[in-house]
């Protein structure tokens, strides 16, 4: 574990250092989408409103806010009211040199603020801005609210989730959102490199909702549905399309992770549970018979997995090549060896005052992790800095 670094980082670890992000979204969407590109170096000046700031703030755990030490780090603050002429002012001016705008208002409210396409224009005709909404800027739903569990529970994600005879299962996590963040990054990194070498820019609006994303990584459902007719049940942890795979208890009550599609890795289960003729066995011999015998391949490997300690039960996989691991929870994470070894947590100090262990920046570059250059920022800490001048003198 390190600390969070204050320094300025090389330019290959850092590589929008010269990109400036305003962000006036709310809670975790838009602050996804900032934290990715924060962490690449990007200058993102996250714009909230007097008093409690952005609402993120208020997710915290003993007075502490966790989410905000963790999506806020390497980002500015500046408080403004956009309800007031000044406040609108001076946001057009942030405006004026930026690079993206994130928000993630109902549809329309940015035309209301007389902030639609044509005004950027005249602001900005460089400006990339990314519209996260629950639903679309158009449609259907497009004025309806758009929380993140309703987008989880509509796409279809809750209806695989859990097991067949329970109810459907919401994500314990902002899911929605955070998919939504990560794709709208990717957009706006794709369009930032084209405006850059348009000799004739125009405002490019990316319309992100929380749904489409989330329902893109779920896997062919529409086209298996198409070929059935049949909704896919419920399975748990286990798969629909390969099997063995599903959580196995050990005998001290640890819980190991198996998933063995391969036939190379099956010969080695086989061979490693005592039953080397697994293969031979009708019920286990085809993809679609073991997946049919479900039940009965489970409770072979589960049987000799209950007689095993967890470290014997890693050491049993580990020897035989096979893909197992532990379920592991944050309090085996904190000092896992693995976590330790790729320096996956860093200290950062809070507002309210302990140091808390948040996530490092989660990929290398050449071998080098960017360093986290600064912690999450308090309300409007950095108004003297954005707000006295121009983004552009600023960045001179």
């Not at 993120?56 to 989410?67: A, E, F």
């Not at 820019?201 to 086209?223: H, M, N, R, W």
């Not at 390969?242 to 001290?252: C, L, W």
Request: net charge negative.
């Amino acid at each position: 574990m390190s600390d969070i670094e204050n320094t300025n980082q090389d330019s290959g670890l850092a590589p929008l250092s010269n990109v400036t992000v305003i962000d006036l979204s709310r809670l975790v969407s838009g602050n996804m989408m900032t934290h990715v590109l924060a962490d690449m170096g990007a200058k993102v000046i996250k714009v909230e409103s007097p008093g409690k700031g952005d609402e993120l703030r208020s997710w915290q755990r003993q007075g502490v806010s966790t989410y905000w030490a963790a999506y806020a780090r390497n980002k500015d603050s500046v408080c403004l009211n956009l309800r007031e002429p000044d406040g609108l002012d001076s946001l057009k001016n942030l405006l004026s040199n930026a690079d993206i705008l994130v928000e993630n208002f109902r549809p329309g409210t940015l035309e209301k603020m007389g902030l639609g396409r044509d005004a950027l224009e005249l602001i900005n005709p460089r400006l990339i801005v990314v519209r996260i909404s629950g639903w679309g800027q158009t449609g259907l739903f497009a004025e309806r609210g758009g929380f993140g569990s309703l987008i989880e529970a509509m796409s279809g994600f809750a209806s695989m989730n859990g097991f067949a005879d329970r109810p459907p299962v919401l994500p314990p996590f902002a899911m929605a959102d955070s998919v939504a963040g990560i794709y709208g990054a990717s957009v706006a990194l794709a369009l930032l490199h084209q405006q850059k070498s348009n000799q004739k820019p125009s405002v490019k609006e990316v319309d992100l909702s929380l749904f489409e994303p989330l329902f893109s990584i779920l896997g062919p459902q529409a086209a298996e549905y198409q070929l059935t007719g049949a909704v896919t049940p419920r399975s748990g942890s286990r798969s629909p399309t390969h099997a063995p795979r599903n959580v196995y208890q050990t005998k001290d009550e640890k819980w190991i992770a198996l998933s063995a599609g391969m036939e190379g890795t099956l010969v080695r289960l086989f061979e490693g549970i005592g039953y080397p003729e697994g293969l031979k066995d009708a019920r286990f011999s085809t993809h679609e018979a073991r997946l049919k015998n479900i039940d009965a391949l489970d409770g072979l490997i589960q049987s000799h997995i209950s007689k095993l300690s967890l470290d014997e039960a890693l050491d049993f996989f580990k020897i035989r090549d096979i893909t197992a691991g532990q379920v592991c929870d944050i309090a085996d994470l904190i000092s896992h060896p693995y976590m330790v070894d790729r320096e996956m947590l860093v200290e950062t100090q809070t507002a309210e005052g302990p140091s808390l262990l948040i996530h490092a920046v989660p990929y290398k570059i050449n071998g080098q992790r960017p360093a986290i250059r600064r912690a999450a920022p308090t309300i409007g800490q950095d108004n003297d800095q954005w707000i006295a001048k121009k983004l552009g003198d600023v960045n001179e």
